[in-house]
């Protein structure tokens, strides 16, 4: 069917109106693991100390180019291992918490009849 200089055909989904209001953006979430990383990195002393030496590491490759045969690989490893291990303890811990806080809430909804 056609309407002046417009073809409808049927069955296509209508435009919106261009002055529809816009709808509200959501806002940007934010990764809690990217968060509890931060945190160990700033929080626990291993993890800084790690760091401390792998920027040291970092600092000397920098300066001294001339040194191929250091690339503060294992400094890397052992600061992101430190790291991982650190979000991992906490990420179980909030697991337990979860789990109790479920428990605690739900088990007098489904204990047995006697």
Known sequence: MALGDEVVVAGEPEEQEADAPEEEEEEDLVDPQGVLRDECIEKNAKCQELKDILDKCNERVA????????TCEEELIDFVHCVDHCVSMNDHSLQLLIKYIYISKYATLYEPIE
Not at 63 to 70: D, K, L, R, S, T
């Open 63 to 70: 300066v001294n180019p001339a040194i191929e045969e250091e």
